[in-house]
């Protein structure tokens, strides 16, 4: 049984999933209408970094990154446990381990490239490159997407319903009671995520209520322990596609 970080096929196959037309649809969609957002704050209100941070932060952060998120991470395995085509591809000499970490993988690499990007040109846009806000952000969506990849491809591995839980954890937790309950922020990957991201902005433009070091070991904690649960019950569909 072939093992290993990574499989081509199995990342083939995964892209093509991801990537059918009306599912990109919906994936652009976000990002496309945070960049609109972005040049009509610029065009009415001028460069700002308090408003950079209110719109990259609130709407950026807090709610296109985790949506894409969860389309993301729960597409790359759910609907093939679904439509019970992943017995299918676990009848393949690879082993489970390789199949999970290289879904993982593309639907980092799937969420990275429609979120990093446009924050990036919105912060370039909105701040004007002053104080490293645009890097400071886009450092941020890059190491959030890492942590919502493995938290909703877990999700898509153990329940059918991973959407709607993941849509319920990315609208009601990360973009309303993590921004507006206080307590709640230190459980947050937006706050986790900002942490790290804050070390590229000068005279602390960016601001997390969760510390560098602490943020840093729940990001890490999170991802590993999301990707070997994952693995493990991934471990226990059998080719009947039974558990």
Known sequence: ??????HPTVARLTFRALLGRRRALVLLALPVLLLLISVAVRLLTGADDATANTVLGGFALGTMVPLVGVVVGSGAIGSEIDDGSVVYLLAKPVSRATILLTKLLVAV????ALCVVP????GLVLAGGGQGIAVAYALATLVACVAYGAVFLLLGVVTRHAVVFGLVYALVWEAFVGNLVPGARTLSVQQWALAVGGRAAADSAVTSDVGLPLAVVLLVAVTVLATWY?????RTHTVSGEE
């Open 1 to 6: 049984m072939r093992s290993g970080l990574y």
């Open 109 to 112: 690499g799937v969420s990275a």
């Open 119 to 122: 924050v990036l040109l919105s």
């Open 230 to 234: 994952a693995v493990r019950r991934l």
